[in-house]
């Protein structure tokens, strides 16, 4: 019954009431009534639509940006009537990976001759790459009678969005593998100055290495490498959320990339070595940004966290740290069972996500996250 009683056909019967009150008592008082609701009533269904008949969206842009931050993307509201338009809701429709995500905007007034950019509104709150699919506009002043819509397709703008870094507390004391390329010391010795040693420059060597007395005698570049070189290299390996998971910013496996990233920036920052293994990408990565860009594209894939995971062990030297990162401690089991092949070989650590499903529901996303620690693995110490 309630269906039925919507506040439409609850206004028609209204007017068809007072149209017949008229005609049978033809009362001016009754006339009014009827012309004042007859009159609103029109109004409520022809206004919403006379609105939105000549607005206009103009839309694109495409780059990267950071979880919660503003993207730069031009999302631009005219009224190309003489007439002003109420209470527009600007709908944005986004495309990831199988997900439909909407990001709805209300516009209080767009007068003629003054568009509305809405672009530096437009704030993610999960990493992935987004795509824009269409605009909607919907308008129901001055009663939500009847809502007009307006749908813009075509329109060409994607933005990369990178997982926000989670603060990762890593252990001081890490093992210590061999560098060859001679780029890093152990933090204990320091940045010293015993560039002794030289050999020939590799694509990715820092400029200020070259040693140019050298490089012109043997007729190539040449470069200066630490005597004695060595730090601690971390070989991440992060288990990407499941496809029910992907896109939802409170999810623990979208939380566990985030921890992901976090713990490759501090690692660099302390003057660590870091290979993250990210699915879908073949090699290690090295730099921070690659990671990011890596991270933010990955999407759910079951098994390519067994087979990441199995690269790293199989390159593993003397000296690496194996770092899992995990959503959640029950994927224990999962991981146990993967480096049962081999078992007490390498020095083993996780890393879990403070965000778990133990934890209240009602937690905001906006709370500033509890750091991550790296732990040895419980099988593995």
């Not at 940006?65 to 993307?73: I, K």
Request: hydrophobic share 45%.
């Amino acid at each position: 019954m309630e269906r039925w009683l919507s506040k439409p056909r609850v206004l028609l019967a209204l007017v068809v009431a007072l149209l017949l009150a008229t005609m049978n008592r033809r009362d001016p008082l009754i006339y009014g009534m009827f012309l004042f609701t007859g009159t609103l009533g029109a109004l409520a269904w022809l206004l919403p639509w006379a609105s939105l008949r000549r607005v206009v969206v103009r839309s694109g842009g495409a780059g990267e940006v950071r979880e919660g931050d503003a993207c730069n993307l031009t999302l631009t509201v005219e009224q190309r009537g003489w007439w002003p338009v109420f209470m527009i809701e600007v709908q944005t429709h986004w495309e990831w990976a199988g997900r439909r995500i909407v990001l709805r905007h209300v516009v209080p007034v767009l007068r003629p001759g003054r568009p509305r950019d809405l672009g530096e509104r437009m704030r993610f709150n999960c990493r992935g790459h987004y795509r824009l699919r269409e605009v909607r506009l919907a308008c129901g002043f001055p009663l939500g009678l009847m809502e007009a819509r307006r749908a813009f397709g075509g329109i060409d703008a994607a933005f990369l969005v990178l997982p926000k870094a989670s603060p990762v507390v890593v252990p001081p004391e890490l093992p210590v593998s061999h560098d060859d390329r001679g780029l890093q010391v152990t933090r204990r010795l320091g940045n010293s100055n015993e560039l002794g040693a030289l050999r020939d420059y590799e694509p990715g060597d820092p400029v200020r290495r070259i040693h140019w007395r050298a490089s012109a005698r043997a007729g190539h570049l040449v470069v200066q490498q630490y005597l004695q070189s060595g730090s601690p290299l971390l070989r991440v390996v992060p288990r990407l959320p499941d496809a029910d998971e992907v896109g939802v910013p409170t999810s623990p496996g979208e939380q566990a990339v985030r921890v992901a990233a976090g713990l490759c920036r501090q690692a660099l920052a302390d003057g660590l070595r870091v290979r993250a293994y990210v699915a879908g990408v073949d090699e290690p990565l090295g730099g921070i940004d690659e990671i990011d860009r890596a991270l933010a594209a990955a999407a759910a894939s079951p098994s390519a966290f067994g087979a990441s995971l199995t690269q790293a062990c199989n390159e593993m030297q003397e000296g690496d740290c194996l770092v899992v990162v995990v959503p959640t401690a029950r994927c224990a089991t999962e991981v146990d069972a993967l480096l049962q092949a081999f078992a007490n070989e390498f020095t083993v650590f996780m890393c879990v996500a403070p965000v778990s499903e133990s934890q209240p529901k009602n937690r905001s996303f906006d709370a500033e996250p509890r750091a991550a620690r790296v732990m040895p693995w419980p099988q593995h110490r």
